[in-house]
């Protein structure tokens, strides 16, 4: 009995190592999933040859205070089925409340999740950014192995015509980049109809991707200051990034 007991508890021991517990945290009504890796987000959404339908948004501190500020974006954000930890801030108030993860900048995710179809011939679909960009975007995809079945830029004239070629193409996963919150806005209305597909908006990633913007040197992406970077190169931003001193009071306050 001891033995079957031991070898009982042994096995329980072994799963619980290889499957990932998940866990959330609360971040200004937000809940927010911790990972421990882009791979470990990555498998959350195609894992075993197996694409888990849903949505999933970044949230970093601009989107965490926009959301407590406008109720069309609250409601966005909260219909996602998984947001994920983009902004180093939301990483430490996520471990002030005790949960631990790692940062999962969105352009990274969304490369570690093309290399995963890649590898398992998932068919995916790539919308937004211009039609020299988009198209590059497929062609590169292509290029390293993914199976990219449908490709349209940002700019048409009828959006059921796209989700009905979509839903033909049979994409499995599809990224949207128009920035945000339009291409949330965009996903939740073909998920109204499409709902067997994961989605996610990927903001400039295309652009990156194609050598057409420039990422924040390594350094600054190292010590998380890729927000200072993009603000040196677009100086315009700083409107928007004003509001990271009001989530940085709350975040010492206790008040998210």
Known sequence: IWQSWSLFIAVLGAETRTIPLMTTASIGGLEVTAFSSLQDAARQIVTDNKVIPGFAVAVNPEKVMMAQRDATINHVLQSATLRYPDGMGVVKTMAKKGVQSARIPGCELWLTLMQRCAAMNTPVAIIGASQQVNQQTADKLKS?????????????????????????????????????????????????????????????????????????????????????????????????????????????????
């Open 144 to 256: 390293e192995g993914v199976n990219v079945v449908f490709a349209q830029d940002g700019f048409f004239d009828t959006e059921q015509t796209v989700i009905d070629k979509v839903m033909a193409s049979g994409a499995k996963v599809i990224s949207v980049a128009m920035g945000s919150p339009k291409q949330e806005q965009l996903i939740m209305r073909f998920r109204e109809q499409h709902a067997d597909a994961f989605y996610m908006g990927v903001g400039g990633s295309y652009d990156v991707y194609t050598g057409h913007v420039k990422r924040a040197p390594v350094l600054f992406c190292k010590l998380h200051l890729e927000w200072f970077y993009r603000l040196c190169s677009q100086p315009t931003r700083y409107k928007r990034q004003l509001v990271l001193i009001d989530y940085a009071v709350k975040h010492f306050r206790g008040q998210l």
